[in-house]
């Protein structure tokens, strides 16, 4: 960029934004002078030394004197925006009166603004840059002189809407008249210098609980209006929404009382807070003016010295829950943050019930979202701070695809790829609102989803649990439903179906398992399942060798598979091989006990894989995998384990534990021989692999076979059982 002069600059501050403009300034090596009203003013802001400070109150005279004798040229109006009077005097100061015929030295921000609006002919130069030179046609010379100076009027980002429900006021004196009609404590946060216009009312003064900045002015302005030392809340702001509620809620305030001071003032934050209070809201309107965005105002500083300045704000992105996808059904939080979006995205249906947003994108995986906001961001032109929000149907934490975009989006965020801040906000999760329709209670209830599943293991939650609430994908979901409740000899279940919940055509019937077969019609069904014969489920493993299929295949025995089980030490979400299963009864055991363990049986015997399929089925677990090859080949394709059980090696003992170390270098262990040779291997183990905390166990079980009158004791086959855990990096 193109080195410029540096114009001598002066910044009255008195918001957020003049803070932030002078520190952008002072980190572009630019010397400027900041005009502050009061002390506390002058200690908010950050120290640097092309920083200089002057601390003081200066009417019209005074504002031209300074400006003149500094020989300022340009100057930069960030006072707050009720701060009228001062804007006012700035501008008066500055304007001269002009000879006869010529142009007055200075024009308010009206001409500002159309010069900025000034667009650059096709191929031309940009509308900033003629903007920049517009300013300066337009703002002249002074009269008598050669210097000119420049004005331009920050003003401050507004939400551009009346809130329902928020009482407006165009005066503090037509507040104050109205708080006279009302009960309860009141939180004025207006500032003190409007202080007296609240306290002429003793009714009023005495419920006032005042927040104002911590500095001597406004303590001393407190103190002249009778407001006691408990009424005094000396505190610095923008607040959170949750510090906001909880003021109110320790003062017990009825109604609060605010300006309508913007995104940079929180007043987003303050309504929110008195929304979840419950207290009213009386809000001193935003008065008119002309002036330019922050951002604009950026822009053409830029221009001026050749200097980048800019420190674009920050993405807002916000994953928004929608409930049912009624606008009826929306949360407060929810309705806010789309009405002040500038960008949604979300599944098409989703976005078809928002009409009113300018710009929206069918997208809702993050390799759709992610790349589109760094492309905007990255673009030429993009002025920062955009409003983004994804919509999730339901509740964002309930079966949502929320949590993962929200951990992608901060690991953008934390590897500096994007410049954004990320919040969530819940929706009405369809059981919710199921269970509020069908006056059922869902604490306890199974709760589990038919996305991308066939049914068994839905089954097994049905079996065991009286209530089922079930989300699906569609009709074709009820149709396996049903299907899979016959199938499991369950025809006495009844099943509430709710479909299009929370619109006009929404339906809650009852049906059977085999009316759920024939339903045809497509839509969004969420159902709950009753089932009056639901058994207790089981909170050990330990079924009976004679409940599984057989056949001619070798079996773990009971005795040793339970012992084995209890060596794995499994979790909930485990993922489990059972290498050379057999029968598979340890796979159906292990499965049996969370439909949150995933089981990969591998087994190279045509026979043995066909009857492990046959006792999976036996049982309705589809959490069990059967993968028809030899280990240690047929486990390459696999998830990585965290448990492993070898109930036959094949005499490849060494070539497995291998290629598991490889797969997980931190997993766990258990293996059962029966012959000398495999126990000679495993012995060889702990000296070739990593190996920690390893168990031997023999076991030599006998069972009661009767003879006549007598039972003798029959001895089954000795067991040697070795369990260890990976210690890889």
Known sequence: MEERRLYRTVLFAGTTEGRELS?????????????????????????????????GRM????????????????????????????SRNIQEALRTEPQEGARPPFTAGSDVQEALRTESPEGGESPFAAGSRNIKEALGTQSGTERDVIYL?????????????VTYFETDEDCARALEDT??????????????????????????????????????????????GKQIIAMQGPFTAKLNEAVMEQYGISCLVTKESGPSGGYPEKLRAAEKV??????????????????????????????KIRKRKPLEIVLAGIGMGSEEGLTGEVKRAVGEADILFGAERLLAGFPGVREKHPFYREEQIIP????????????GGARAVVLFSGDSGFYSGCPALHRALEREIREGRLEASVRILPGISSVAYMAARTGESYHDAAVCSMHGREGGDVVNRIKRNRKTFLLTSGVGDIRRLGKALLEADMPECEIITGFRLSYEEERIERRTPLACTEMTEEGLYTCLIKNPCAEAGRLTHGIPDERFIREKIPMTKEEVREVCICKLRLREGAVVYDIGGGTGSVAVEVAGLSDRIQVYEVEQREEAAALIEKNRDRFGLSNISVVRAAAPEGLSALPAPTQAFIGGSGGRLKEIVSCLLEKNPKMRIVITAVSMETVCEIKELSELYPVRGEEIVQMQVSRARKAGAHRLMQAENPVWICAFDFYGQ
């Open 59 to 86: 009417d019209r005279s005074g504002i031209r004197a300074f400006v003149e004798e500094g020989q300022y040229r340009l100057v930069v109006d960030a006072t707050h925006p009720f701060a009228r009077e001062v």
């Open 372 to 383: 589109y906001l760094r492309n905007m961001q990255g673009a030429e032109g993009y002025p």
């Open 183 to 228: 009960a309860g404590n009141i939180l004025l946060t207006t500032g003190s210098r409007e202080l007296a216009r609240y306290c002429r009312k003793e009714y009023v003064r005495s419920r006032l609980y005042v927040r104002v900045l911590p500095g001597t002015e406004s303590l001393a302005h407190c103190m002249e209006q009778g407001i006691r």
């Open 153 to 165: 009027r920050l003003k401050r980002e507004g939400t551009g809407r009346r809130e329902s429900g």
């Open 23 to 55: 520190e952008l300034l002072a980190e572009a090596g630019i010397e400027h002078t900041v005009c502050v009203a009061t002390e506390y003013g002058e200690v908010v802001l950050k120290q640097h030394p092309l920083v200089h400070v002057r601390r």
């Open 278 to 307: 419950g207290a009213k809201v009386f809000v001193i309107g935003r008065p008119e003016e002309e002036g330019s965005s922050f951002e604009q105002v950026c822009d053409e500083l830029e221009r001026l010295f050749g200097r």
